[in-house]
């Protein structure tokens, strides 16, 4: 087993984190600063924190309280950083040669020689890191580091693709900010915020269940909402929730009475957009439109009581024209947190 | 009147052996201290003594015959190694850390990281430095001899100055290569 159990404090904020490693990836997904990279750096051995206990595959290789700690070179992690670290006055298979150097040379000339075409590098082998693109220097760090066969792979917020990764065959610690990476590679998502794990779990289970408003705002949705409980109906399985300026009907919120305060949040993709004038579907608001922002994949509407609906660009251009707007609210779709 | 060459292969043999000699002790000191300012203000102190003071310190200390160029070495190396020092810590300081840290991941040890990746990354502005000190050392030892009478010709001073202004650009030169690559 893997695990981390690691605390440090820093002018900005206090780091203390307690989690496993299964195998495959554990993405941690985090705002700047918030020590993703210490906790890389702690189980990689290049920094040391000031208590916990690091676990690489059932052996101790930190317990501040025995005072163990293991130098990098002891630990077996390989760690791709989020700059360049390629030895740039070496070429390719310097820097492979490097990670192998311990094996038999006609042992170590094949395994270069393998990963050079696994990795589809063969090409560029004799080439130096400046001679390379970033893709090769992407793939020629997960290279080397993977040629040392470590027992974990630690990557620290570099443009790693899906297809990269599932080149990697040890468990694997990814620092990313993109959360389709994390649904599509990683098996376990840990949010971290201030030094502290928000939430942890799969990836579409804590996109879909945010457990509070700061992990529901770390993963980028715009529909916070605090208000108050109407009403309360386990029967129909429904709730009645009170905002400011509109009011809403939800499923029903377990271990809550009424009056008590909660927060609502709503994906805006969820949100479903129609003119104003029709007859007005359920749990729907008339809300005037104050900024549209186009994207890759979708329009961005922000309308009035700061509320954010994605929608398809075919459908923006059918309703671009609206004198009013009301925005639907699916019950399923609001989240109690 | 034949010239008499004999100060100039002194110098020479007195300088470049303190340059050689201080050289890989300079580097390592100038690595490990790489992370400790105060101890790499220590290491300095001896920048304070000219070689002629610690050469005359060495000489009514351990010599019991005549003036011996091992004595102005000696004292060479005491200037050459907090200068070479200086010059690598600094050297080592201006290399991303992250090759550092690649390579001990990779399994290094602290010397191998020294010598695969942190000496050739930073051999330019340590050449620089070596050269600088040789060339100074050089001019010290020249010093030395005008100063016990012992004045070399005309031709002579004007290699000794050769030398030393030749290796102080070539050193410089390739300081300033690395400071363009940066």
Redesign the interface.
């Known amino acids: 087993m893997t695990s981390v159990r690691i605390a440090c404090k820093f002018p900005r904020f206090s780091l203390d984190v307690d989690f496993a490693i299964p195998a495959g990836i554990t993405a941690l997904f985090g705002p700047p600063d918030s020590g993703k990279t210490v906790i890389l750096d702690a189980v ?3 920094t040391r924190p000031a208590a916990g206990r690091i676990l690489l595959d059932d052996a101790i290789v930190f317990d501040a309280q025995s005072r163990v700690h293991l ?9 791709i ?1 989020r ?3 390629l ?3 070496l070429t390719l298979r310097g820097n492979l040669r ?2 192998v150097r ?1 094996l038999p040379r006609l042992e170590r000339h094949r395994r270069i020689a393998e990963t050079l075409e696994r990795f589809d590098l063969a090409s560029a082998a004799d080439a130096r890191p400046s001679e390379l693109t970033a893709a090769q220097k992407l793939r020629a760090a997960v290279a ?2 993977v040629m ?1 066969e ?1 027992k974990l792979l630690l990557v620290d917020d570099c443009p790693a693709d899906e297809s990269l990764l599932r080149l990697v065959a040890c468990p694997t610690l990814l620092v990313t900010a993109d959360l389709d990476l994390c649904c599509s590679a990683a098996g376990q998502l840990l949010l971290i915020e201030n030094g502290r794990i928000l939430q942890r779990g799969s990836p579409r289970e804590v996109l879909d269940r945010p457990e509070s408003v700061e992990a529901a705002r770390l993963l980028g949705i715009r529909n916070l909402f605090h208000g108050t409980i109407a009403a309360l109906d386990p029967g129909r399985n429904s709730s009645r929730l009170e905002f400011g300026d509109f009011a809403l009907t939800g499923p029903y919120i377990p271990s809550h009475f009424r009056g008590d305060q909660v927060w609502v949040a709503v994906p805006s993709a969820a949100l479903r957009v129609h003119p104003a004038g029709i007859a007005a579907p359920p749990n729907s608001v008339a809300v005037n439109l104050v900024r549209v922002s186009p994207r890759a994949a979708s329009v961005r509407l922000e309308f009035e009581h700061s509320i954010f609906a994605d929608i398809p660009h075919e459908e923006f251009a059918r309703q671009k024209d609206n004198k009013g707007w009301q925005v639907e609210f699916p019950p399923a779709a609001l989240r109690i947190l | 009147m034949p010239v008499e060459w004999s100060p100039l292969w002194l110098s020479l043999r007195a300088a470049g052996t303190a340059t050689a000699a201080a050289l890989l002790p300079g580097l390592w000191l100038g690595y490990v201290l790489r992370d400790r300012p105060r101890a790499s203000a220590l290491a300095a102190l001896p920048l304070g003594f000219p070689p002629v003071i610690v050469c005359a310190f060495l000489l009514s200390t351990y010599a019991r015959r005549a003036f011996g160029w091992e004595f102005a070495a000696a004292a060479g190396i005491v200037y050459a190694l907090p200068l070479l020092a200086r010059a690598a810590r600094a050297a080592f300081l201006e290399i ?1 850390p ?2 550092a ?9 602290e010397w191998r990281v020294f010598w ?2 942190a000496l ?2 930073a051999w330019r502005p340590i050449f620089g430095a070596a050269s600088l000190a040789f060339a100074r050392l050089l001019a010290e030892f020249a010093i030395v001899l005008f100063l016990a009478g012992r004045a070399p010709a005309p031709p002579v001073a004007a290699a000794l100055a050769a030398i030393a202004l030749a290796a102080v650009y070539a050193g410089q030169r390739a300081a300033a290569g690395a400071r363009r690559r940066a």
Do not use: N, W
């Not at chain 1, 130098?71 to 760690?79: E, N």
């Open positions: 990689a051995g290049l130098p990098a070179r002891r630990r077996h992690c390989g760690y950083f700059k360049d670290a030895f740039p006055h490097f990670a311990r080397r580091a040392a470590p | 991303e992250q090759y840290a690649a390579a001990r991941t990779l399994g290094a040890s695969v990746i050739p990354l």
